[in-house]
């Protein structure tokens, strides 16, 4: 029996999992896996929402009896598959296979660094003090040493940074913790298992580290399948550049204050050094201007205060490395933070000198009173070439969103992709019967300082005939604010504005009001799944065009124009194409959900370029009426939506 066959009308998975439905695109999907898996090379899928590309990479893979790894866009997804979609398929296929989770550092519990903070960390606040007590707690009793696992802790809580490790402060091989070691375990885990489950971050991280020759992440194995793959090529340009922040300057001079206290109590010097590190950054941060900010390292490079600025973070993290050069052979805690000093202090001369080069772009970014420094490469294409060159095998790339129009050239370009086998999958969902995509007329451009005031105005009656439930996406904060003060009281339903609690409380809340309007900008465009009459309307204010104005935006263009090619045509609407999609993704999640997708940007009708975004949207009938709009929802609510034909939510 073949791939296609077990997820067949009369396969196992039809006949054993609850609710399973057989449907042919999944098939199509698992017979390119297979034979990938079979015969080596590289697959691109595109598989449209609902096409079941988990249980179709999961069923040829298992059966292919190969080491695979499996790589997702998010650690949440990470944990969907491994925790749910994976148990199904190895368990209905009743194949012995050994599997793993792999997270990054920072996701599990350090010993050492507990240990640290418990002694001698100074904790900000009585919240705090509680979420230490819930950690220790935990901690006598977990097996994984997994943070996700702690359910009463914010995700952003202060602490966590102090209690996980990084790549900077881990002592590695030198922890007096070592053997009870989370991370430790779960990566000999790794090695041993038939199908590892990883996230991006990961594995370009473990490609970042293989570029210098010195150590390696993961095992070797002869299948790689990379889902939500349309996140690779930005994930890979972080990891393939260099990075200073303030965050790192603040946790190296507190990790100093803690060792010192613990390893050299007699070197009072010290802190007062490490002490010195905060105020030299912080000047920095305000000479780097008050407004939060993104910009070419270029811009301000030359200004005098920046200079002084400099200067004095250079003195202060200079004297801090001298001492801890000195203090370094009083115990591991200490020569670590040396090290880390002599990292940081090389990185900031890198990120601030004068030499440059065309293949990469240096820029700094202002967020609050943070800051951070920066250098990317702009073509990354060469670097992960050379990654799949030195593992032959078979390499499955997938996502609901790779294509523009019906090509790959775009997605592949950026990642050096050679050769490739490509396959695209539309979506079984009836979205003729069940959506309309609405274009109003009459709206200014879109760079007008009036646009935003005009689309609330064209977007009220639509929430009216919506009955709210309703995503509002934006390409700007700006515009989102800007809406969310033109809204407040204007509305007959709930309004939520990201910011004002966490992602995960705004969509939880957003489904149990059932009649809300969420507004939100980039972190709600993927990534998020609303199921049911909740989300039966999104808006999308604008075409979601890069900002021209970001550095690395900029940096990009310029070296594609210098190379003769159109950077519009080349990059810049590619990239908006598979942004929108994801953006309009978020309607139709199920086989019952119906919807109005409203395109706010009169530029789909009016520029050239139009055509390729409407082209690459599923088929969708198309109004410019706001009586079919109201006529839409009136049907939907008189008439209950019963497919004949159901795909259930455990068919992946």
Same mark, same amino acid.
């Given at each position: 029996?073949?791939?296609?066959?077990?997820?067949?009308?009369?396969?196992?998975?039809? @006949?054993?999992?609850?609710?399973?439905?057989?449907?042919?695109?999944?098939?199509?999907?698992?017979?390119?896996?297979?034979?990938?898996?079979?015969?080596?090379?590289?697959?691109?899928?595109?598989?449209?929402?609902?096409?079941?590309?988990?249980?179709?990479?999961?069923?040829?893979?298992?059966?292919?009896?190969?080491?695979?790894?499996?790589?997702?866009?998010?650690?949440?997804? +990470?944990?969907?598959?491994?925790?749910?979609?994976?148990?199904?398929?190895?368990?209905?296929? /009743?194949?012995?296979?050994?599997?793993?989770?792999?997270?990054?550092?920072?996701?599990?519990?350090?010993?050492?660094?507990? !240990?640290?903070?418990?002694? !001698?960390?100074?904790?900000?606040?009585?919240?705090?003090?509680?979420?230490?007590?819930?950690?220790?707690?935990?901690?006598?009793?977990?097996?994984?040493?997994?943070?996700?696992?702690?359910?009463?802790?914010?995700?952003?809580?202060?602490?966590?940074?102090?209690?996980?490790?990084?790549?900077?402060?881990?002592?590695? +091989?030198?922890?007096?913790?070592?053997?009870?070691?989370?991370?430790?375990? *779960?990566?000999?885990?790794?090695? *041993?298992?038939?199908?590892?489950?990883? !996230?991006?971050?990961?594995?370009?991280?473990?490609?970042?580290?293989?570029?210098?020759?010195?150590?390696?992440?993961?095992?070797?194995?002869?299948?790689?399948?990379?889902? /939500?793959?349309?996140?690779?090529?930005?994930? *890979?340009?972080?990891?393939?550049?260099?990075?200073?922040?303030?965050?790192?300057?603040?946790?190296?001079?507190?990790?100093?204050?803690?060792?010192? =206290?613990?390893?050299? =109590?007699?070197?009072?010097?010290?802190?007062?050094?490490?002490?010195?590190?905060?105020?030299?950054?912080?000047?920095?941060?305000?000479?780097?201007?008050?407004?939060?900010?993104?910009?070419?390292?270029?811009?301000?490079?030359?200004?005098?205060?920046?200079?002084?600025?400099?200067?004095?973070?250079?003195?202060?993290?200079?004297?801090?490395?001298?001492?801890?050069?000195? =203090?370094?052979?009083?115990?591991? @805690?200490?020569?670590?933070?040396?090290?880390?000093?002599?990292?940081?202090?090389?990185?900031?001369?890198?990120?601030?000198?004068?030499?440059?080069?065309?293949?990469?772009?240096? &820029?700094?970014?202002?967020?609050?009173?943070?800051?951070?420094?920066?250098?990317?490469?702009?073509?990354?294409?060469?670097?992960?070439?050379?990654?799949?060159?030195?593992?032959?095998?078979?390499?499955? %790339?997938?996502?609901?969103?790779?294509?523009?129009?019906?090509?790959?050239?775009?997605?592949? *370009?950026?990642?050096?992709?050679?050769?490739?086998?490509?396959?695209?999958?539309?979506?079984? $969902?009836?979205?003729?019967?069940?959506?309309?995509?609405?274009?109003?007329?009459?709206?200014?451009?879109? @760079?007008?300082?009036?646009?935003?005031?005009?689309?609330?105005?064209?977007?009220?009656?639509?929430?009216?005939?919506?009955?709210?439930?309703?995503?509002?996406?934006?390409?700007?904060?700006?515009?989102?604010?800007?809406?969310?003060?033109?809204?407040?009281?204007?509305?007959?339903?709930?309004?939520?504005?990201?910011?004002?609690?966490?992602?995960?409380?705004?969509?939880?809340?957003?489904?149990?009001?059932?009649?809300?309007?969420?507004?939100?900008?980039?972190?709600? &465009?993927?990534?998020?799944?609303?199921?049911?009459?909740?989300?039966?309307?999104?808006?999308?204010?604008?075409?979601? $065009?890069?900002?021209?104005?970001?550095?690395?935006?900029?940096?990009?263009?310029?070296?594609?124009?210098?190379?003769?090619?159109?950077? %519009?045509?080349?990059?810049?609407?590619?990239?908006?194409?598979?942004?929108?999609?994801?953006?309009?993704?978020?309607?139709?999640?199920?086989?019952?959900?119906?919807?109005?997708?409203?395109?706010?940007?009169?530029?789909?009708?009016?520029?050239?370029?139009?055509?390729?975004?409407?082209?690459?949207?599923?088929?969708?009938?198309?109004?410019?009426?706001?009586?079919?709009?109201?006529? $839409?929802?009136?049907?939907?609510?008189?008439?209950?939506?019963?497919?004949?034909?159901?795909?259930?939510?455990?068919?992946?």
């Amino acid at each position: 029996m073949n791939a296609a066959d077990w997820l067949g009308p009369d396969g196992p998975l039809a @006949g054993l999992v609850p609710g399973f439905a057989p449907r042919r695109s999944q098939q199509q999907m698992a017979e390119a896996v297979a034979a990938v898996l079979d015969e080596g090379g590289t697959l691109i899928v595109e598989a449209g929402t609902g096409t079941g590309k988990t249980y179709a990479y999961l069923v040829p893979a298992l059966l292919s009896g190969m080491r695979v790894i499996i790589s997702t866009g998010t650690r949440h997804l +990470q944990d969907q598959l491994f925790q749910r979609d994976l148990p199904v398929v190895r368990q209905t296929l /009743e194949l012995p296979v050994r599997v793993a989770l792999l997270k990054g550092r920072g996701n599990y519990l350090c010993r050492y660094r507990l !240990n640290a903070v418990q002694e !001698n960390g100074w904790l900000g606040s009585r919240e705090q003090v509680a979420e230490l007590k819930h950690i220790r707690s935990w901690a006598r009793r977990t097996r994984c040493g997994d943070i996700a696992e702690v359910t009463n802790v914010p995700e952003a809580s202060g602490l966590w940074p102090r209690v996980t490790s990084t790549a900077d402060n881990c002592l590695g +091989q030198e922890c007096p913790q070592l053997a009870d070691c989370f991370l430790a375990k *779960a990566r000999r885990e790794a090695l *041993a298992a038939d199908v590892l489950v990883i !996230n991006h971050h990961l594995f370009c991280a473990d490609m970042a580290m293989k570029e210098t020759g010195f150590a390696e992440l993961l095992p070797g194995a002869g299948a790689i399948i990379l889902d /939500e793959a349309h996140q690779l090529p930005e994930i *890979a340009s972080q990891f393939f550049g260099k990075t200073l922040s303030s965050r790192q300057l603040s946790e190296l001079a507190r990790d100093t204050a803690v060792e010192q =206290a613990r390893e050299a =109590a007699d070197f009072i010097d010290l802190r007062e050094l490490a002490n010195r590190l905060d105020p030299a950054a912080a000047t920095l941060r305000e000479a780097l201007g008050l407004a939060d900010r993104r910009a070419p390292w270029r811009d301000i490079a030359d200004q005098p205060v920046v200079r002084t600025a400099l200067e004095g973070l250079n003195a202060a993290l200079d004297r801090l490395r001298s001492a801890l050069k000195e =203090a370094a052979q009083r115990g591991k @805690g200490l020569e670590n933070c040396h090290r880390r000093a002599e990292d940081l202090a090389q990185r900031l001369t890198a990120l601030t000198g004068v030499e440059s080069s065309p293949d990469n772009v240096r &820029w700094f970014e202002t967020r609050g009173r943070a800051f951070s420094l920066s250098l990317t490469p702009l073509d990354i294409a060469p670097a992960f070439r050379g990654r799949m060159a030195s593992q032959p095998g078979a390499w499955i %790339f997938t996502s609901a969103t790779l294509a523009v129009g019906q090509r790959f050239d775009h997605f592949a *370009a950026r990642l050096g992709v050679p050769e490739y086998a490509a396959l695209r999958l539309d979506s079984p $969902f009836d979205f003729a019967r069940n959506t309309v995509l609405y274009q109003p007329t009459g709206l200014p451009d879109p @760079g007008s300082p009036q646009y935003t005031a005009a689309l609330v105005e064209a977007t009220l009656p639509v929430l009216a005939a919506s009955r709210g439930r309703a995503f509002l996406l934006f390409t700007s904060y700006r515009a989102l604010h800007e809406a969310a003060a033109l809204l407040a009281g204007r509305l007959d339903y709930p309004l939520l504005v990201q910011g004002e609690r966490s992602k995960a409380a705004l969509l939880e809340e957003f489904r149990v009001l059932g009649n809300a309007v969420l507004l939100g900008t980039a972190s709600f &465009w993927e990534g998020v799944d609303v199921r049911g009459e909740a989300l039966s309307c999104v808006v999308i204010d604008r075409l979601p $065009f890069a900002a021209p104005g970001d550095p690395v935006m900029q940096a990009r263009i310029e070296s594609l124009r210098q190379q003769g090619q159109d950077p %519009f045509k080349s990059y810049q609407l590619p990239q908006a194409v598979i942004a929108l999609k994801q953006g309009a993704g978020r309607l139709i999640r199920d086989v019952s959900d119906r919807g109005v997708l409203m395109l706010g940007d009169p530029r789909v009708s009016s520029k050239f370029y139009g055509r390729v975004f409407l082209d690459s949207l599923p088929p969708m009938p198309r109004t410019r009426e706001l009586d079919a709009v109201r006529a $839409f929802f009136r049907r939907e609510a008189e008439t209950p939506n019963i497919p004949q034909a159901p795909l259930p939510r455990r068919s992946r």
